[in-house]
């Protein structure tokens, strides 16, 4: 089943309690908490913030870390601890701090290796990693990205990956990065951003219709979050959630 949700990310000025008041008006299922501003690690907030969901009929369906490979497993044992407080199901990290392409052979033998101890970390406690795509790391390209499905394949804790529409790819280019990691897929952020050479622009969602509509051929089950609205309006996640909620309910 899909479910919707929110990124806890795309409204940083509010607190817990008005994210979560916002999310069960907007008539969504589940917050993604992000590990910046929100629940952050040793911040102490997770089981509070776990209470103040739970109190509006929210799930928690994952923890945004920060964490990026190369920083430690002691590093990420904080981001775990922060994703069990918070009885998160998934904790996203971050595949590195550059660029795929600027990464060395053995550069990223070794991030791999550190991605595989830490998947193994957390799945022993009961919560799947998942990689972002994301510019600056090894999820910034299509190519990199299907290597890394191979090179972290076979096991039960093999890592699971997000996929969100890049801004500066065409529709099919998008669909094709969402299929490549069909097989493993675990949530997705949603989002329409159009792209010029001097800003990234936010629109409504409504005008991501088409690629949404298209992604829904792929995912089934999880959760789709809304990430980011035009000019951080609350009224414009109240217009984005009800698009959302109708093109998945229509797909029944």
């Known amino acids: 089943m899909l479910k919707t949700g929110l990124v806890s990310i795309t409204f940083r000025n509010k607190t817990v309690k008005e994210i979560c008041a916002l999310c069960e008006k907007a008539h969504l ?92 970390k957390a799945y022993a406690a009961g919560v799947q990693v998942t990689l972002e795509y994301h510019p600056f790391s090894l999820t910034d390209d299509r190519e990199s990205v299907k290597r890394l499905l191979k090179e972290t394949e076979g096991e039960a804790y093999s890592p699971m990956f997000y996929w969100q529409p890049r801004w500066d790819w065409g529709e099919e280019e998008s669909l094709k990065a969402l299929e490549d990691v069909q097989s493993r897929l675990s949530h997705v952020h949603i989002f329409k951003w159009v792209h010029t050479p001097t800003a990234i622009i936010r629109k409504p969602l409504e005008e991501g219709a088409s690629l949404i509509k298209r992604a829904l051929d792929v995912k089934k089950d999880g959760y789709m979050l809304i990430e980011f609205v035009k000019d951080d309006m609350d009224e414009m996640l109240l217009k984005d959630a009800e698009t959302l909620n109708r093109l998945i309910d229509g797909r029944k």
């Open 29 to 120: 299922s589940a917050v993604e908490w992000g590990g910046d501003i929100h629940v952050p690690p040793k911040g102490g907030k997770a089981r509070e913030t776990l209470e103040l969901t739970r109190d509006h009929g929210l799930l928690v369906s994952s923890y945004g870390s920060y964490f990026r490979l190369g920083e430690g497993m002691d590093a990420f044992q904080y981001n775990l601890d922060e994703a069990c407080a918070l009885s998160a199901p998934i904790i996203r990290i971050w595949g590195g701090k550059k660029g795929s392409k600027d990464f060395t052979e053995d550069e990223r033998k070794y991030a791999v290796d550190e991605l595989m101890k830490v998947s193994e």
